[in-house]
């Protein structure tokens, strides 16, 4: 509907009050002041959809304030829907800031989870991998490969457990027990790559 003519702020304060026939008077404030609104959100890291939603928030906070005797007109009512599209947008930038920070957080730790599963699953099916080559290795050098590699023992903490005479017969077994592990693998790149990867902890 075209308008006759402008209402006053005090008409229009008057229309909200009456909560008769509000239409006019709230039709006339978007057509006066929806621009203004507007250009600060945008200024301020809002889209045009967001002004849309938030200037309608900001028309509703001012007739429940309006209607709950909390505006009289001390200053313009630009000047009131400027304020509270202030404060509302402000409110919103932070609450969207503080849900930024904590998504990215989540995905942070969620990143740092997801690289450690992964490299536990990775140790897991390396040790399956070389495990499975160990068997056919027999149980002697099973045993010696086992502790050296997985458990990480000293050479003198094997050399007593496994009854060895001494660390350079234990080196020796060693020495052999691998050489045969590469015999089992030398026909295989990606079977050498893996066993490589594995007895590195990779």
């Not at 906070?61 to 009289?72: D, G, L, P, S, T």
């Not at 050098?141 to 234990?170: A, G, H, N, W």
Request: net charge neutral; aromatic share 8%.
């Amino acid at each position: 509907m075209k308008l006759s003519r402008n209402l006053t702020d005090q008409e229009i304060l008057n229309q909200i009050k009456s909560k008769t026939n509000p239409n006019q008077a709230i039709s006339q404030l978007y057509s006066q002041h929806y621009g203004m609104l507007e250009h600060y959100i945008l200024q301020n890291s809002g889209s045009e959809d967001d002004a849309a939603d938030w200037i309608q928030e900001v028309m509703l906070v001012f007739v429940k304030m309006v209607r709950e005797e909390k505006f009289r007109g001390e200053s313009s009512i630009k000047s009131f829907l400027y304020s509270i599209c202030k404060n509302v947008w402000i409110t919103e930038l932070r609450r969207r800031k503080s849900t930024l920070a904590r998504h990215e957080r989540y995905e942070g730790e969620k990143d740092q989870i997801d690289l450690g599963i992964t490299e536990q699953i990775s140790r897991n099916e390396n040790l399956k991998f070389v495990m499975g080559l160990f068997e056919k290795l027999g149980e002697k050098c099973k045993q010696v490969l086992t502790l050296f590699y997985f458990e990480e023992l000293p050479m003198k903490e094997i050399c007593e457990r496994l009854d060895f005479s001494s660390e350079q017969v234990l080196r020796n077994k060693k020495y052999k027990c691998l050489q045969s592990l590469t015999e089992q693998v030398k026909s295989s790149e990606t079977l050498s790559q893996n066993l490589l990867k594995a007895l590195r902890h990779e």
